[in-house]
């Protein structure tokens, strides 16, 4: 079955770096897109970036652009988000997600993982 599994999030200070990770099994990763989604407390979904197949492609949030760098690994199946100068604005729960190529809409989910970002 789908399997998407986020990794590498924790408590970092302000100014400070985070790299997610994205573990995917039980389809073919690499002719999917992929995205990373974020629910910020009290807040709802907000879209943070994307990328394509092939890597090609990789819109970003107006808010992240310049800070966050989304990227893939197709032999490994594996999606990452590196995250450099965070704000405490950038405190969320992040989610990897798989984009259904026919609709592309999210069709499956990560359990998500914390991010935090406070002195």
């Known amino acids: 079955q789908v399997q998407l599994v986020e990794s590498g999030g924790g408590l970092v200070q302000p100014g400070g770096s985070l790299r997610l990770s994205c573990a995917a099994s039980?389809?073919?990763?690499?002719?999917?897109?992929m995205r990373w989604v974020r629910q910020a407390p009290g807040k709802g979904l907000e879209w943070v970036s994307g990328?394509?197949?092939?890597?090609?492609?990789?819109p970003y949030l107006a808010d992240v652009k310049g800070r966050f760098t989304i990227s893939r690994d197709n032999a490994n199946s594996t999606l990452f988000l590196q995250m450099n100068s965070l704000k405490p604005e950038d405190t969320a729960v992040y989610y990897c997600a798989r984009v259904e190529p026919d609709s592309g809409r999210v069709d499956y989910w990560g359990q998500g993982i914390q991010v935090t970002v406070s002195s």
């Open positions: 990328i394509s197949r092939t890597s090609r492609s990789t």
């Open positions: 039980g389809f073919a990763f690499s002719l999917l897109a």
